[in-house]
């Protein structure tokens, strides 16, 4: 589903953010990102995005070499992965259904599809009946809620949660993972970076931790195993 072959990526400034990385995360799978403030998270990140190039190596996103892929295929690839980020993004002059439409409206999705769908994929996240409200008049927890509604709404074999319970108090932090814990028994694959030491010590997932580019372990079921 998503492999890194021999990955290495340095910025123009010198930094090495990635530094033979090897990692193959197979469909299905729920794993951790983990490790150090600039220990190459976001990089491995938005390397799967095609946010920035690699130096050097392959990466494969669903049996797709990205690294030779052409500009105009990006967006194609994109729609593969579904992304929840930790200030949420929402739209602030839109519903919360009419965030989540637009996701399906930028490829074009039938009206008649999207009447359908967007209440099936708010009862997912426990919104129903929030379909006309907008952002600023739901808590953060709903608002995260609503990105993950979006994320998910194109039904994309691949979720990134990028900090996801990183601005929610712990209460609120678990109703979130308990419905990506559902995404994932769905089949999603998910792929979660995080500093939340209880989330990953209490999941028992698959443990990637970084540092200074490099993979430090790769556990099958891990802990967090940081201090920070």
Do not use: C
């Not at 930790?86 to 839109?94: A, E, G, M």
């Not at 008649?112 to 426990?126: D, F, N, S, T």
């Not at 952002?135 to 994320?151: D, F, K, M, T, Y």
């Not at 990637?208 to 099958?220: M, P, Q, S, T």
């Amino acid at each position: 589903m998503i492999e890194f072959q021999n990955v290495s990526k340095k910025y123009d400034n010198g930094v090495m953010a990635l530094d033979n990385v090897n990692i193959k995360i197979e469909k299905g799978e729920f794993v951790f990102i983990v490790g150090p403030s600039g220990a190459g998270k976001s990089t491995f990140i938005k390397t799967i995005l095609k946010e920035v190039d690699v130096s050097t190596g392959k990466v494969w996103v669903d049996q797709t070499n990205i690294t030779r892929l052409h500009q105009r295929r990006v967006p194609y690839l994109r729609r593969k992965v579904g992304v929840v980020f930790q200030d949420f993004r929402l739209l602030p002059n839109k519903t919360v259904y009419e965030n989540i439409a637009f996701a399906m409206e930028i490829i074009g999705t039938n009206q008649r599809i999207i009447r359908k769908q967007v209440p099936m994929i708010l009862a997912l996240v426990g919104l129903m009946g929030k379909g006309n409200v907008y952002p600023n008049q739901l808590s953060g927890g709903e608002q995260q809620r609503v990105s993950i509604a979006r994320a998910m709404i194109n039904n994309p074999p691949i979720l990134i949660a990028d900090e996801p319970t990183g601005n929610l108090d712990p209460e609120t932090s678990w109703e979130i993972m308990k419905i990506l814990r559902t995404i994932n028994r769905r089949g999603t694959t998910i792929l979660m970076a995080t500093h939340d030491r209880e989330i990953v010590d209490i999941m028992r997932k698959r443990v990637i931790a970084l540092e200074k580019g490099n993979v430090a372990r790769d556990d099958k079921i891990g802990v967090y195993g940081y201090d920070d």
